[in-house]
């Protein structure tokens, strides 16, 4: 094959196999994959693989291919991407110094020493050893939970502190977070026993955060937050007097709105499906992962609500867009074509919260309990091989987001949470009454909601007035 070296094809059919794909399948895997690779270095050089995905599915479409045949390429490309995720390069694997390297790849050289480019992936960069200190125990450990030092009182302080969290049933990045800002704490004291900790500590830290790598107040907040945390479940033990502890004053916030006419301008340059996605943070005022993580069975179509699982195992309803209906029913035919196609593989099914699966052991593979967004291509467990189904991931519908931002020349920062912002402002220009918006929310506090009145012009009477001598019925303003 002369679009590529041979290293590289047989790296991909490797690939194939550990990905549990059917021998007799792995041909046109790879003529999509040669299709992929010609089609992105003869048309324009995108700087990103999304926007080369995009570009080759478009021209797919342009020359009349099937929806199945579009299918089978995306799934093609995504699994040469994640194999390049994975395994790097591998420069070393038959691919030697001044070989050219497949087009399209995204894969940028440097030389030693040279800064690392744009557009090239941290994939493509040389890996940097890590310090004797903290070193990284796989690709997929999670930063600062299943990591080891020199320090085991350290290690399993960490681990104490990743089981009160998932005890507590806090979000993933709830645990990455604490568990990044504990290993950075642990750094700054070069592994001081934990049993010596102190207020003073945190003190001397939050110090060092503000003044001397000028981290904002939020970070230092964060930070403290996690401190706290780690203290009294990992330490267990009241972290002392607060008042000695310098805490950043947070800055009155804002958010960032969309008008509806840059809103119709972004969906316009966005893609199936996260087109659809968008439509739906803002038509509900969905978080993102609250979007994402939507299954088949939380649409009620006959009542016209949608069921949401929120932020803190909090679930509430809110009503669906009639003006999408027609989409979100083809989204879901969509989903149980998929279904059964994956029910016809043999696969597992998708994942499922916390112990589910353990008491209705059908349940991963029932239709109301597939993702309404999923992804692309089934995910393979390393400990028992099985292949489950994963939701659209978060990174994909950020990076569409950011080019359809800028194709919009739209002049705001936007990310997906903005149009929660802009749900919750439209509603409240729209004469809403601020508890309604607040339940559809799914705010606990009032005083929450009330950050999106200074977005809203005020359009009241300031001048003030006695009801006697307002004129209309029931004392209306004429």
Excluded at 80 to 109: H, S, W
Excluded at 272 to 293: S, Y
Excluded at 384 to 395: A, F, I, V
Aim: charged share 25%; glycine share 6%; hydrophobic share 35%.
């Amino acid at each position: 094959m002369p679009w590529e070296p041979k290293s590289l094809s047989f790296r991909y059919t490797r690939y194939l196999f550990r990905r549990n794909v059917a021998a007799a399948r792995h041909e046109e895997y790879l003529n999509c994959l040669q299709h992929y690779l010609e089609t992105t270095a003869e048309g324009p050089q995108y700087r990103r693989d999304a926007e080369r995905m995009r570009h080759f599915l478009q021209k797919l479409a342009c020359c009349d291919r099937s929806l199945p045949q579009r299918q089978l390429a995306a799934n093609a490309v995504s699994l040469y991407f994640q194999m390049l995720k994975e395994e790097g390069p591998c420069l070393g694997d038959g691919v030697a110094n001044g070989d050219a390297l497949p087009p399209g790849t995204g894969i940028v050289r440097r030389a030693e020493g040279d800064a690392p480019t744009p557009d090239a992936p941290a994939a493509s960069y040389p890996r940097q050893a890590e310090p004797k200190a903290l070193r990284r125990s796989s690709h997929y450990s999670e930063p600062g939970y299943t990591l080891t030092s020199d320090s085991p009182e350290w290690d399993r302080l960490i681990d104490t502190l990743a089981s009160e969290v998932k005890v507590r049933h806090y979000s993933r990045n709830t645990l990455k977070t604490y568990a990044h800002w504990s290993r950075q704490f642990q750094r700054f004291l070069k592994n001081k026993p934990p049993a010596e900790l102190c207020t003073d500590d945190v003190k001397e830290y939050l110090t060092h955060l503000a003044v001397k790598c000028h981290v904002a107040a939020s970070t230092q907040n964060q930070a403290f937050n996690s401190l706290l945390f780690l203290f009294r479940h990992g330490l267990k033990r009241e972290f002392g007097d607060l008042r000695d502890v310098p805490r950043a004053k947070r800055s009155l916030y804002i958010p960032m709105v969309l008008s509806r006419p840059e809103i119709d301008a972004i969906l316009a340059h966005l893609y199936h499906p996260f087109d659809l996605v968008v439509r739906l943070l803002f038509g509900c005022g969905l978080r993102l992962f609250e979007c994402l993580q939507l299954r088949v069975g939380d649409f009620n179509f006959d009542a016209g609500v949608l069921n949401v699982h929120g932020k803190g195992k909090k679930d509430r309803t809110v009503p669906l867009p009639t003006s999408i209906d027609g989409e979100l029913k083809s989204q879901i035919k969509a989903v149980g074509r998929l279904h059964e196609q994956d029910l016809e593989g043999g696969y597992a099914g998708v994942f499922l919260d916390d112990a589910v699966e353990k008491k209705y052991p059908k349940a991963p593979r029932e239709f109301i309990n597939q993702w309404f967004f999923p992804q692309k291509s089934l995910t393979v467990l390393e400990e028992s091989g099985e292949r489950r189904r994963y939701h659209l991931h978060e990174c994909e519908l950020q990076d569409a987001l950011y080019h359809a931002v800028r194709r919009a020349r739209i002049p705001k920062r936007v990310t997906a949470h903005t149009f929660r912002h802009s749900f919750a402002t439209h509603l409240l220009q729209a004469n809403y009454d601020i508890r309604t918006i607040q339940t559809l929310l799914g705010h606990a506090s009032l005083k929450t909601t009330m950050i999106y009145t200074h977005c809203v012009p005020v359009r009241t009477i300031r001048e003030p007035k006695s009801p006697l001598d307002l004129d209309g019925p029931e004392g209306e303003a004429p």
